[in-house]
């Protein structure tokens, strides 16, 4: 499962925040605009009425009308066509439209003649009675142009949010990650060390939150740290205690087969010899895998592949059954080209026991190679049977053997497995060998 980012859930939930607060901001304003936009249309109609009707009068006097007429004027006033967001309407007593806008209609408004604000079918509506209470002026406006104006207005306010929000997710970004470099930091120190470096972390610079989370990290580091000192001295105490026993029971018993030479318990005496090496043989691996669980490979230094490669080639050929069969193959030319970061004696185990692996366990007197490659890896490659692949992923596993001709302690592809994994690299098992049709080939790679 794919895990989670900090800095990405806090840059979407925090635009998101601002998102949220922005709309609710724009709502709140609309709202407020709105009860203003009413009062300010409210007043304009007003203030227009009041204007007009004086004039309206005084134009009917200036007519000769009668006071109480009982004829609509006739008589229209030509203007240019125009849209009007107000119309008004000069009605008689009677609910006669005497005079009017533009684009009033003929009709009356479906508004009574009360002094007021009135809501009819859509249209907003003033009335203003003359002073005689026989001549009222209504002016109208419609609902549908304030709620547009409302609704440019919002629109106003809310677009530039589709153009602010990726901008303010950007920075909002920005300000997290500047926020989360001590984590990053940290993340840093700690990945930078070598696995042997146990020294506890630098918190000085660090926030308070934080700071609880390494101190509890540096307790876990000083735990370790004891842990593998004890690991490591156990390791060094019991090779001594383990090897001695061994090696004097081997002494023991190469005297009584130099004793008893002839005797019908001779073979029963070469039989426990190679009992007895065999059960050297898996102490040598128990203990190289005590080491190699302790932690032997945490160590980091500048280590030449070719130095350490040679030196285990030139063991293997003082060897008397192996003297030959071991071959070096160095693709590296370049300086610097074949180092890489590891323990000399945890490099020099894994790659001893791929080697004895492969005469072990490949044909018998065909040449092993070792192989560095350009890539710092080191490839060892024997000929053989090939390994089917359901065997061939367990083989890193304990006591885990494969078919040949010996048996084997089955420790030693467990060993270079635990060895590689702490120095950083990987180990690839291949059957058939690269570019063969048989043999058997293990990759280390750094």
């Known amino acids: ?9 806090l840059t979407v939930r925090l635009s998101a925040a601002l998102a949220l607060l922005w709309i ?52 229209e006033i030509v203007v240019a066509e125009h849209e009007e967001y107000l119309i008004y309407q000069i009605r008689a007593s009677d609910g006669r439209v005497l005079i009017r806008s533009h684009d009033a209609p003929k009709q ?11 809501n009819r079918n859509g249209w907003r509506v003033y009335t203003e009675p003359s002073a005689g209470q026989d001549v009222f002026i209504q002016v109208a406006e419609a609902l549908d142009h304030r709620d547009e104006a409302l609704f440019n207005l919002v629109l106003t306010l809310t677009a530039p949010l589709f153009v602010l929000l990726p901008l303010s997710a950007f920075i909002v970004r920005c300000f997290v990650l500047g926020t989360l470099r001590p984590i990053t930091s940290v993340r840093a ?45 156990f390791a060094s105490s019991s090779a001594h205690e383990l090897r001695t026993p061994v090696a004097s029971a081997l002494a023991q018993v190469s005297r009584l087969k130099a004793d008893l030479q002839q005797h019908p318990a001779t073979d029963r005496v070469r039989r426990i010899e190679e009992i007895l090496r065999e059960l050297g043989g898996l102490v040598e691996k128990l203990l190289q895998l005590s080491r190699a669980e302790a932690g032997v490979a945490l160590k980091r230094e500048p280590m030449k592949l070719g130095y350490v490669a040679q030196y285990l080639v030139d063991e293997f050929d003082r060897k008397t059954p192996y003297a030959g069969l071991v071959k070096l193959v160095n693709e590296t030319h370049e300086e610097g080209q074949d180092v890489v970061e590891t323990d000399l004696d945890a490099l020099a185990i894994a790659l001893r026991n791929l080697i004895e692996n492969a005469l072990v366990h490949g044909a018998k007197d065909c040449t092993v190679i070792v192989l560095i490659g350009k890539d710092r890896s080191i490839r060892v490659i024997n000929e053989g049977a090939v390994v089917p692949g359901e065997k061939l992923s367990h083989l890193t596993d304990r006591f885990s053997r494969g078919r040949s001709r010996s048996e084997g302690s089955g420790l030693g592809l467990a060993i270079v497995k635990t060895i590689v994994e702490q120095a950083g690299g990987t180990l690839e098992l291949r059957s058939p060998a690269t570019g063969r049709n048989d043999g058997f080939e293990a990759i280390i790679r750094f």
Do not use: C, H
Not at 62 to 68: A, K, L, N
Not at 193 to 204: L, Q, Y
């Open 1 to 9: 499962m794919a895990r989670w980012s900090l800095t990405q859930r």
């Open 24 to 75: 609710a901001a724009a709502v709140t304003t609309a709202f407020v605009i709105r009860y203003e936009f009413n009062e300010v249309f409210d007043s304009a109609l007003q203030e227009i009425a009041q204007r007009l009707l004086p004039l309206a009068v005084e134009d009917l006097k200036e007519r000769g009308e009668p006071v109480e007429w009982s004829r609509e004027i006739r008589e």
């Open 108 to 118: 009356g408004f479906k508004t009574p003649l009360t002094p007021g604000y009135a």
């Open 189 to 233: 120190s700690i990945a930078s060390r070598g696995g042997g470096n146990t020294a506890p972390i630098d918190d000085e610079s660090l926030p308070q939150e934080l700071s609880p989370i390494v101190e509890d990290v540096n307790r876990l580091l000083e735990r370790l740290q004891k842990s593998l000192q004890a690991e490591r001295a």
